[in-house]
């Protein structure tokens, strides 16, 4: 299973990726094989307000549908809407295409409270 070093991982299966003092956030490639096929994205609009550990969208497959939870607290700099019409992005390149937000972080240092892919690839038993 792909987990990258460059990234930060919650227990719920989300990632963020740290650039200066913005964060992009999306589910992992485990996430994303367990929930089967993705049919539809809810996320936030720009300009909302995120909290750490707060549901911040929603994730449907033909499976199931999962809250998504905030690792960090920020605002929502951009929202990737190429998910309404293609959600398959987070099945087929759920680091790069499938990407959900990006978020101004309130506190960068909140990231360090994130695991780190060793510690994330041993909870999926990677």
Known sequence: MDVPDDLHYT?????????????????????????????????????????????????????????????????????NDALSSTPELVNSDPYGEGWMIRVRLDDGSAVDALEDAAAYRTRIGG
């Open 11 to 79: 227990p719920d299966h989300e990632w963020l990726r740290r650039a200066g003092d913005e964060g992009t956030i999306g589910i992992t490639a485990y996430a994303a094989d367990e929930l089967g096929d993705v049919v539809f994205v809810e996320l936030p609009k720009t300009g909302g307000r995120l909290e750490s550990g707060s549901v911040f969208g929603t994730i449907e497959s033909v499976k199931t549908a999962s809250d998504l939870y905030a690792p960090v607290t920020g605002e929502v700099t951009a929202v």
